[in-house]
C-alpha cells in the first residue's frame, strides 16, 4: 500500500510536468525535453499499474503485460494506445532524427497526455 501510493506521488508529478510541457514546446529543445518527460512518466505509469495489480493478486513483470492486464480490468480504456507507447518508447531511447521525434512528439500531445491522465484517478 505504501509503495503503491509513492508511486501514485510521484506519477502524478511526472505526469503534470509532461503535461505543462506537451502544451508549451515549440522549440526542437523543448520538443526533446518533452519526449523526455514522455520516457519518464511511461516508466511510472507501468509501474504504478503493476503495483495496483499486485494489491489485486496479479503479477506482470512486463508493460505489455501490464497494459494487457490494466485492460481486462477496465482501468485503461484504450489498448491500442497504450501498446503504441511501448514501441515509441522504445524508439525515443535510439532515434535521433527529427521527423520521427517529432511524429512522437505529435502523439505525446495529442493522444498520449490524454490516456496517461486517466491513471491520476487510480486509487490504491
Not at 501510493?5 to 506537451?22: F, G, P, T
Not at 520516457?39 to 495496483?52: M, P, Q
Not at 489498448?79 to 527529427?98: A, C, F, G, K, S
Request: glycine share 4%; net charge neutral; charged share 40%.
Amino acid at each position: 500500500m505504501k509503495r503503491f501510493k509513492q508511486i501514485a506521488s510521484d506519477y502524478k508529478r511526472a505526469y503534470e510536468r509532461l503535461k505543462e510541457a506537451a502544451d508549451t514546446a515549440k522549440t526542437t529543445l523543448e520538443i526533446d525535453g518533452t519526449i523526455q518527460r514522455f520516457e519518464f512518466t511511461f516508466e511510472l505509469s507501468w509501474k504504478l499499474i503493476k503495483a495496483y495489480l499486485e494489491k489485486e493478486g496479479i503479477i506482470c513483470n512486463s508493460p505489455r503485460k501490464c497494459f494487457k492486464e490494466a485492460y481486462k480490468l477496465g482501468i485503461i480504456e484504450n489498448e491500442d494506445t497504450w501498446l503504441e507507447m511501448i514501441d515509441d518508447r522504445n524508439l525515443t531511447v535510439h532515434t535521433y532524427d527529427d521527423k520521427t521525434s517529432r511524429a512522437i512528439f505529435d502523439r505525446i500531445k495529442d493522444h498520449y497526455v490524454i490516456e496517461l491522465k486517466k491513471l491520476l484517478e487510480l486509487d490504491g
